[in-house]
């Protein structure tokens, strides 16, 4: 007991150690938690659109083939922004990410640089569902009237369940130039050479 006594004693008369003191953080401004404008690409929705999107462009056709899981695909054929004016359609193909969820992809079709129609009146639209298990399609669009106007038309690609300020994913563009006359003679010339060889 007596030995006890005397080791407490003797911590005691030992200084105590003191605990050492952390420097106090200033508060940091709130713009330091987020994300620098310096190191954010801002989103164009006057491009092809992305994100939901993994490629997207614009065709003369389209075709069918059976994809990787056995699901149908949507390809384009002859993929091109350069259209005659006699095109019975311009198609745009696209393929999208995975999807938990159905909704619909819209395109509405403006002549953006087009001598006498205005670019801000829509000459076209069209409109396709997809499913939960799609990964892939196309929209089409017609000549306003039987065939196209030379000049430069741009599609506003909108996903949703409607069409919103909110819709807007990206915006397509395709040109459509006059059929040239040498093309047409080269036309007759290939026609005239296969009539020989029959």
Known sequence: MAIATVVAMALSALPAPQAAELPITPNAPIPDFQNRLQDVTPYDFDAP???LFRAITTAEGFDEEL???????????KPTD???????AVYIVFHLHQHYQGFQVFGRCYPEAVAGLDPNVMIGHDAMQVALEDDSGYLTFSP??????PGRYKVEIH?????NEMSLMGTMR???????ADSGNREK???SETGKTR
């Open 159 to 163: 996903v949703g369940e409607q069409i």
């Open 82 to 88: 350069r259209f005659r004016s006699d095109a019975p």
């Open 49 to 51: 659109p992305q994100g």
């Open 67 to 77: 994809g990787f899981h056995r699901s149908h695909e949507i390809v384009p054929v």
């Open 189 to 191: 010339n290939v026609e």
């Open 144 to 149: 306003p009237r039987d065939t196209w106007k």
């Open 174 to 180: 395709f040109t459509v130039v006059a059929p040239s």
